[in-house]
């Protein structure tokens, strides 16, 4: 997707409502100075021990925050939609550490990527900035400590039921990506889905 100067500032001000607090010619110089990416869907755009490359503001799509184990096991710790922040990418530029897990585009991607220069210089110079970011890293954070939880308190049943509960009546999927969503395997998963089926909980078909 294409956007024009004005239609990119826009869409900053209605996606990110703090950025209303910069002068008018702040925010033409940060959408100047940042880079805009699109990027189709399965991309990765940060993985594990890399260095972080700038501050990411959504503007359409969704990204996908993964932990990967040494065996290759996956989990979803959550997910980065449009007018949100990754805390993992606040955390890297903060203590100006590595990516400790990856970002993947789970759909079509635009974002405008913020210079390290310019995340420091929001932070340091506008309060209601630095409040936005902060505010995001204390809801994510409270969101991590309840997945701690469930994984350490809840057995895989529960949980797989819960996470089918809230998908809705149909869910189209993988049982790799529900694996993936539950920090288990697809064998682990299949077998317990078909637990469900012959209970007559759910109904199972290709994708679904």
Known sequence: MRYTETELQQSLLV????????PPAQLVALCQAATLLELPASSELFAERQACKGFPLILRG?????????GGREMVLYRVPPGDSCIIT???LLAGSAYS???????????????IFLFDELLAGSRPFRDFVFQLFAERIAELMQLVEEVAFHRLDQRLAKLLLARGDTLHCTHQALAEE??????IVSRLLKGFADEGFVSLAREQ
């Open 15 to 22: 996606l990110y409502p703090v950025l209303r607090s910069l």
């Open 62 to 70: 969704t990204i996908k925050v993964v932990k990967s184990s040494r």
């Open 90 to 92: 606040s955390s890297c």
């Open 101 to 115: 897990a990856r970002g993947i585009a789970e759909t079509p991607l635009s974002l405008l990527l913020l210079p």
């Open 182 to 187: 539950l920090g288990s395997v697809r064998e």
